[in-house]
């Protein structure tokens, strides 16, 4: 079964601590976006990366991080820099970083207490 | 600068009307937009989206029209069932550049269709 799996659902973590969330997907997509949702907001794009070894920055890249060394994993680490790291956290994959439709994971929940 | 927005925070219509969910966007260079619904804790699935040389999109009780020259599209859904309540986001994105591939969203409308 095809897809984007991101765990885990839910996630706590202390002030100052750095955590890393996962996404993995078996689409074949080249592209990976990551993008965080507050509420009554829209989804802001933290990183995408167009190509394995490849990455840039979003709107909102200050205190993250990513890596794409694999085609089909691209985490995301919530640095200790991050001011307001609580938020929804939604991935997201496309077959290229063109235009194509983007499909997206089933978000995790970052509590930071 | 919010360049796509969705100025309708919430929709409440009874069930096999039409819900009309409208979308505005600022940047003239955006040329491809989607349609996105979401349920609480889970993430958007994509409904469908239009390109800029169209200004009609239909897949079953969907369609999306576009209104270049008003920078304006919406979302048209009929008939309404009750288990199209859900979040409903509006996307654009642009061709080449330094957006290449990137999706702007607008803020989200909150569909509620009454059995």
């Known amino acids: 079964d095809g897809g984007i799996t991101q765990s885990p659902k839910y996630l706590f973590r202390k002030e100052g601590q750095n955590v890393t969330l996962s996404c993995e997907q078996n689409?074949?997509?080249?592209?990976m976006y990551w993008y965080r949702q507050d509420p009554g907001q829209g989804l802001r794009l933290i990183y995408y990366s167009q190509i394995v070894n490849d990455f840039q920055k979003g709107d909102i890249a200050e205190g993250y991080s990513v890596s794409r060394e694999k085609k089909e994993s691209f985490p995301l680490t919530v640095t200790s820099a991050q001011k307001n790291p609580t938020a929804f956290y939604l991935c997201?994959?496309?077959?290229?970083?063109?235009?194509?439709?983007?499909?997206f994971g089933p978000g995790t929940r970052l509590t930071v207490l | 600068d919010q360049q796509v927005k969705q100025n309708s925070p919430s929709l409440s219509v009874q069930e096999g009307r039409i819900s009309i969910l409208n979308c505005d966007y600022t940047?003239?260079?955006?040329?491809?937009f989607l349609w996105y619904k979401k349920y609480p804790a889970e993430g958007p699935t994509f409904l469908i989206s239009?390109?800029?040389?169209?200004d009609k999109n239909e897949d079953g009780r969907f369609t999306v029209f576009l209104n270049k020259s008003a920078k304006h599209l919406s979302l048209h859904i009929v008939p309404s069932q009750p288990g199209d309540s859900a979040v409903y986001f509006c996307?654009?994105?642009?061709?080449?550049?330094?957006?290449?591939?990137?999706?702007?969203f607008g803020q989200g409308t909150i569909l509620t269709v009454h059995p």
């Open positions: 940047n003239s260079m955006f040329d491809y």
């Open positions: 997201a994959s496309s077959p290229s970083g063109s235009t194509d439709t983007q499909y």
């Open positions: 996307a654009a994105s642009s061709l080449g550049g330094t957006s290449y591939g990137k999706l702007t």
């Open positions: 689409l074949n997509h080249d592209a």
């Open positions: 239009i390109s800029s040389i169209k």
